[in-house]
C-alpha cells in the first residue's frame, strides 16, 4: 500500500461548498484500491469550528490569517510526509484509476517528477488532443493543470517552489516556469482522468477583483521571469 499526501485548500462558508469539497474527498478516496490518500485540508474560513461542519479523516489546517494560495499551500507542506505530493481543488471528481496511471508514466520515466492528470473538457476547449500515453510541455493550463498537480515531495525544496507572492492567479505559470529553470520533466497523462468543475472555487469573486487580481499577480510575474510564457 502507497500512501500519498493530499493538499486541497477549502473554504466552508456554507453547506454548497462543504458538498463540493465531499465529493472531491469521496471521490478521491474511491479512485485507488492500493494507494492511501493522507488528506491534509487547508482551510480559510477561520470561524470553522463553530459552523457545525466536518471532514472526517483528515489532517485539518487552520491558519490564522487571509487567504492566499501559495502560503496557504505552505501552511499544507509543513504536514507533509510522504515521497509523493497531490496539490488538488476542492471542486473536482476523481476517476477509478487516475493515480496510479500516473504513476505508470513515471516508472516508464523516472525522469518526470510532475505530473498532472487529463480534464476532458477543458483540454478540449484549449484545443489539447491526446498525443501518445503522456505529453511534456509546461504550458499553463495546457500540460500544466494547475488545479491538480502531482509531484515529487523532494522538489519543494530543490526547486523553491510555491513562491508566496503569487496569491491566487499566476501561480501555476510560477510552477511552470521553476520546473523548466531547474530541468524537470512535466507531463500531462491523458490516461488519467480528473473532472475540475471549473471557477466554483472563485464564482463569489466580483469582476473586479478578478481583474485586479490578475493584474497585480500578472505585474509580480513578469518582474520575476519577464514576458516568458511557455507555449
Not at 124 to 133: A, C, F, H, Q
Not at 202 to 214: E, L
Amino acid at each position: 500500500m502507497r500512501s500519498v499526501d493530499v493538499i486541497m485548500l477549502s473554504d466552508t462558508r456554507n453547506g454548497e461548498f462543504h458538498a463540493m469539497t465531499c465529493r472531491a474527498l469521496d471521490t478521491l478516496r474511491a479512485s485507488e484500491d492500493e494507494t492511501e490518500f493522507v488528506v491534509h485540508i487547508v482551510e480559510s474560513n477561520r470561524k470553522f469550528t463553530r459552523s457545525g461542519f466536518s471532514y472526517p479523516g483528515v489532517d485539518f489546517v487552520l491558519p490564522n490569517e487571509r487567504f492566499a494560495y501559495n502560503r496557504f499551500l505552505n501552511h499544507g507542506l509543513k504536514h507533509c510526509t510522504q515521497d509523493w505530493l497531490v496539490i488538488a481543488n476542492n471542486d473536482l471528481t476523481f476517476t477509478k484509476g487516475w493515480f496510479s496511471t500516473l504513476m505508470h508514466v513515471h516508472d516508464c520515466d523516472p525522469g518526470i517528477l510532475s505530473l498532472s492528470p487529463w480534464e476532458p473538457d477543458w483540454h478540449s476547449l484549449k484545443g489539447v488532443t491526446p498525443d501518445g500515453e503522456y505529453m511534456l510541455g509546461y504550458r499553463a493550463g495546457r500540460e500544466v493543470a494547475g488545479w491538480c498537480l502531482v509531484l515529487h515531495h523532494s522538489l519543494v525544496t530543490r526547486c523553491s517552489l510555491f513562491d508566496e507572492q503569487f496569491e491566487f492567479w499566476y501561480q501555476d505559470n510560477d510552477y511552470a516556469m521553476t520546473l523548466k529553470q531547474h530541468g524537470i520533466k512535466h507531463a500531462l497523462v491523458p490516461g488519467s482522468v480528473v473532472h475540475h468543475h471549473v471557477s466554483s472555487s472563485s464564482a463569489d469573486f466580483s469582476w473586479w477583483q478578478n481583474f485586479r487580481m490578475k493584474t497585480v499577480q500578472r505585474a509580480r510575474y513578469v518582474k520575476k521571469w519577464g514576458r516568458n510564457f511557455p507555449r
